[in-house]
C-alpha cells in the first residue's frame, strides 16, 4: 500500500480524535498510523532507490511498480523476517499498554495507529493475519519466506 493512503487514513483518524482529546494523543496516532513505513526506506535505497529528497519524497506517492518503472527499483523477497520491523502487534500492545500504565495518551494512541496501519495493511503480505506478529515470524521462518516468494509473484505493489 502506498505511504500516501496511510498519512492520509491516520491525518483523518487523528483529526477526528483531536476533536475530543489531547494533542498529544492525535499527535501519536499520525506519527504511528501515517509513517510506519520508516522501516521500508533501507530496503528501497538498497533496491535501487536515489537516496535523494525527491525520490524519497515521490516514493510517498508512488506504488513499487511505478518506482520500479521510473528508478528501475526492485523490490524481492525479503532478506530476513525482520522486514518490515516495525509492521508487528506486540509493538502496538507495548505502546498501549505502556500509554495505560503511564497515563501518556501519546502512547495509547501510537499503539492505535500501529493496529490502524496493520488493519490496512493485511492484503499486502504473505500468511496475514499471522503475518504481523513477530513471535509467529520467529516460530515460522521458512514458511514465511516461502510465502514471500510465493506471494511476490501473486501481488501486484
Known sequence: MRAITHITASAAASAVLAA???PSSALGLLLFGGFLDIDHVPRFL???????????LRSVFSSEAQLNKKYSVRVGV?????????????????LI???????S??????????????L?????????PCF??????????????????EHRSRVSW
Open 20 to 22: 475530543v482529546a489531547e
Open 120 to 128: 490496512m495493511d493485511f492484503r499486502s503480505y504473505p500468511c496475514s
Open 46 to 56: 538498497s533496491s535501487g532507490l536515489p537516496a535523494g529528497p525527491g525520490p524519497m
Open 132 to 149: 504481523f506478529s513477530m513471535t509467529w515470524r520467529l516460530l515460522n521462518r521458512g514458511r514465511l519466506m516461502e510465502a514471500w516468494r
Open 97 to 103: 499498554l505502556g500509554g495505560l500504565l503511564s497515563g
Open 78 to 94: 525479503p532478506g530476513n523476517i525482520l522486514f518490515p520491523a516495525l509492521h508487528f502487534v506486540e509493538l502496538a500492545a507495548l
Open 105 to 118: 495518551g501519546f502512547l495509547a494512541w501510537a499503539g492505535a495507529g500501529v493496529l490502524l496501519h496493520l
